[in-house]
T-cell receptor, first 115, second 113 residues
Framework: GAGVSQSPSNKVTEKGKDVELRCDPISGHTALYWYRQSLGQGLEFLIYFQGNSAPDKSGLPSDRFSAERTGGSVSTLTIQRTQQEDSAVYLC?????????????FGPGTRLLVL | AQSVTQLGSHVSVSEGALVLLRCNYSSSVPPYLFWYVQYPNQGLQLLLKYTTGATLVKGINGFEAEFKKSETSFHLTKPSAHMSDAAEYFCAAVNTGGFKTIFGAGTRLFVKA
């Protein structure tokens, strides 16, 4: 079956522009997670969704970052007024339910470069 | 706050040699523990996870990890490295009752012919 898909795979933007990153989870997965992987660093948790609600937004780096999920499926991560330090790979994952022991299935990521 | 430490950002082994990738967590209450592998230009893939029960966990591709509470460790091993094991490996932890996965910085494994 289809895995987690993300688009675009690569995005180059100019500083100050807004970007939208899309994640399409595995069908039937109710939980969805966003992570950021910066060069030379591990993965940083950003936000997770259970259904359409995001109980924990504490991982978002600043108020320029926002995420939404509609219909319990596709999610969009939006970065407003991008800065060079936003350059990273943004990974999305989904799991059947939002439980600690559930296996998360990762997408290939969106590589964002802010010039 | 929970943290995960992976000793060694790079590990190099010869083909056929033992692979040992180290991971330690910080919390006094043992979390759930995971090892993920990331091949070039691919997403992360779960290798194995420890939740409860047997402390020696077997995963895919011949990898296994042992949870040692006394050492707060969850080291990953494979008896004999294969060229196809070359990848980046991430240890991760999730506190019981939580959903935030904390990842280590990753260890890149090189396998020499």
């Amino acid at each position: 079956g289809a895995g987690v898909s993300q688009s675009p795979s690569n995005k180059v933007t100019e500083k100050g522009k807004d970007v939208e990153l899309r994640c399409d989870p595995i069908s039937g997965h109710t939980a969805l997670y966003w992570y950021r992987q910066s060069l030379g660093q591990g993965l940083e948790f950003l936000i997770y969704f259970q259904g359409n609600s995001a109980p924990d937004k504490s991982g978002l780096p600043s108020d320029r970052f926002s995420a939404e999920r509609t219909g319990g499926s596709v999610s969009t991560l939006t970065i407003q007024r991008t800065q060079q330090e936003d350059s990273a790979v943004y990974l999305c994952a989904s799991s059947l339910v939002a439980e600690e022991v559930e296996t998360q299935y990762f997408g290939p990521g969106t590589r964002l470069l802010v010039l | 706050a929970q943290s995960v430490t992976q000793l060694g950002s790079h590990v190099s082994v010869s083909e056929g040699a033992l692979v040992l990738l180290r991971c330690n967590y910080s919390s006094s209450v043992p979390p759930y523990l995971f090892w993920y592998v990331q091949y070039p230009n691919q997403g992360l893939q779960l290798l194995l996870k420890y939740t409860t029960g047997a402390t020696l966990v077997k995963g895919i591709n011949g990898f296994e990890a042992e949870f040692k509470k006394s050492e707060t460790s969850f080291h990953l091993t494979k008896p004999s490295a294969h060229m196809s094991d070359a990848a980046e490996y991430f240890c991760a932890a999730v506190n019981t009752g939580g959903f935030k996965t904390i990842f280590g910085a990753g260890t890149r494994l090189f396998v020499k012919a």
